[in-house]
Every structure is written in structure tokens, then in C-alpha cells.
């Protein structure tokens, strides 16, 4: 039998959006309707009494469908905006979060106190590539080197950097596996960091992320534990490494770090208060 949707006229786009709510949140109704109709969302308010071709309403019923499904909005449409940039990305990376911004503050506060040096800078882990290329774009002298070991991923980034202008070098390599004897005077990843038995895997977005830009041994701390091990030998003197990580874990990434021994070491918040970026200075000779 014929979906019902099919039987109705075409409708305009109010109410398509109301047909919409009813299935999905509001919210995300907008923003799939105005991807659909490749309009953007102000249009839909401004012009409800507008009828929606029939392609486009055939692909927001798809949409709507898949979003009630669980798929996040972000795959659906394929974009997400970060640090007031849009980004490409699909199903073989990480969605970039919000809270990732106050690693990308951190680090450029970071590089503002280096302001006239030369910058280095290391992305491990660079998914769909958000934090190494925000930071290139915002920090135009610094020479940005970014690594994943998903080729798919760096495939994405790549893209990315190239749609945003952005200079990235990118590398296929397992954290640090393929970088050789560089130095870099920042250190950044927001490397995966839940436990295998986290409840938060099965709810929202994360059921359709990739499972290794999620989870990892050891309660979540096993990738942070071997980046902060083995960043020292990368840093340049007075170089940073700043790693984003748990809301729980923050005590146990500053013994890590300080282990290390790196200097300075100490946390940062998110906006919702929580902690959420750790980091530490590698000592300068004279120190
Ligand atoms: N660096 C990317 C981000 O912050 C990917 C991180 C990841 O896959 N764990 O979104």
C-alpha cells in the first residue's frame, strides 16, 4: 500500500514542516526542510505558503524518516558547524562538538603568548580535520601538521581544509607512529575517551559514530595515557600539549601529564562548567 504521504498533494513548505513535528523535533525538522528544499531556514519562515517541488519533498520524507530512526542530523545533511566554520562529514568521522571549541580556545590562547615565534602545531586524531584546520585559519603563520590513522577520515579532512583554504599538512599514522624526529610547539588531540561500557553509546548521535573515535580501553584513558606518555619526545622546549578528555577524567589526565613531567600542568573548563581540556609545558633547557 501506498504511503499515505505519497497520496497528498504536494504541500507548501509550512506545512511540511508541521508534518515534520510531528515525527522529529522542531529543530531539526527546520534544518532538514531547508536542506531538502536547499533553501536556507530563514526562507522556510519567511515563506511558508511556498510548495515544495516534488524531489524536494520526496527527499525530506527520506530525511524525516531517518532522522526519526536515531541518524544524526549532521549525517543527514552532511555538514556541521564548528568554531563558525561549516565542515563536511559522514559516518567515518567523529560529529564535532561544541565542547571541543574550548580545546581550540585553549590552544590559541596558548599560541598568543608565543605570539611572534614560530608555531608548530600537531593535531593526532584529526577526524574530520575541525581542530587542525580552525587553527590554521585562525592562526595564519603557524605551520599545522594533522594525523589519523582512518584514511577515510584524513579523505574527509582533506576535503575539509581544501573547501576552507585552509594549509594542513595531513599524515596517515597511527598517533605518532609515522612522524619520525619532528618537534612541534603544540600538541592537540581530542583523542577517543569513553569507556567500552559507557551508557552514552547507546543513546543519540553516538549509536552512528565510529566506534574507534569514541572508545577505548582502560575506562576511556588508554589513548590519552599513550599520547601523554609519548608527547615529551615530540615537543619542542616550552612546547604545549593540550588533550581534550571525560568530564571525570580530569584528576587521572594531570597525573598522566605530570608524570610525564611536563610543567604548568592544569585543566580547563567547557562552557557547561565541566572539565574538559588538560594540559602541560615541556621544561625549556634553562629550567
Ligand atoms: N579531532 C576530531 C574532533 O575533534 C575527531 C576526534 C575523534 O574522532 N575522536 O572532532
Redesign the pocket.
Known amino acids: 500500500m501506498a504511503d499515505a504521504a505519497h497520496d497528498i498533494a504536494l504541500p507548501t513548505l509550512g506545512e511540511a514542516l508541521a508534518w515534520a513535528r510531528q515525527r522529529i523535533d522542531p529543530l531539526d525538522a527546520r534544518i532538514l526542510l531547508a536542506h531538502a528544499a536547499r533553501v536556507r531556514t530563514a526562507t522556510l519562515l519567511a515563506y511558508p505558503e511556498r510548495t515544495l517541488p516534488e524531489e524536494a519533498w520526496r527527499r525530506f520524507r527520506d530525511l524525516v524518516t531517518r532522522r526519526a530512526a536515531g541518524e544524526p542530523v549532521a549525517y543527514l545533511t552532511g555538514e556541521r558547524e564548528f568554531y563558525g566554520r561549516t565542515f563536511h562529514v559522514s559516518p567515518a568521522?567523529?560529529i564535532?562538538?561544541p565542547d571541543?571549541e574550548t580545546l581550540v580556545d585553549v590552544a590559541l590562547a596558548v599560541a598568543d603568548q608565543r605570539a611572534g615565534a614560530a608555531l608548530r602545531i600537531l593535531?593526532l586524531?584529526?577526524?574530520?580535520g575541525?581542530?587542525a584546520i580552525t587553527l590554521a585559519l585562525e592562526l595564519p603563520h603557524a605551520e599545522v601538521v594533522a594525523v589519523d590513522r582512518s584514511r577515510a577520515a584524513l579523505l574527509i579532512a582533506l576535503h575539509n581544509a581544501q573547501r576552507l583554504g585552509a594549509s594542513v599538512s595531513f599524515v596517515e599514522s597511527d598517533w605518532f607512529s609515522r612522524l619520525g624526529d619532528e618537534h612541534f610547539d603544540l600538541i592537540v588531540a581530542?583523542?577517543?575517551y569513553l569507556a567500552e561500557d559507557d551508557p552514552h553509546l547507546n543513546e543519540g548521535d553516538l549509536r552512528f559514530e565510529?566506534r574507534q573515535?569514541?572508545v577505548e580501553q582502560h575506562e576511556g584513558l588508554a589513548a590519552i595515557a599513550r599520547i601523554v606518555a609519548e608527547a615529551p619526545r615530540y615537543l619542542a622546549p616550552g612546547g604545549w600539549l593540550l588533550c581534550e578528555h571525560g568530564y571525570t577524567q580530569g584528576h587521572a589526565v594531570r597525573g598522566r601529564l605530570l608524570d610525564a613531567g611536563l610543567l604548568h600542568v592544569q585543566t580547563w573548563r567547557d562552557l557547561a562548567g565541566h572539565e574538559r581540556v588538560s594540559g602541560g609545558r615541556k621544561r625549556c633547557p634553562n629550567e
Open positions: 568521522v567523529l564535532p562538538r571541543t593535531d586524531g584529526t577526524g574530520s575541525c581542530i581530542n583523542p577517543p565510529p573515535a569514541l
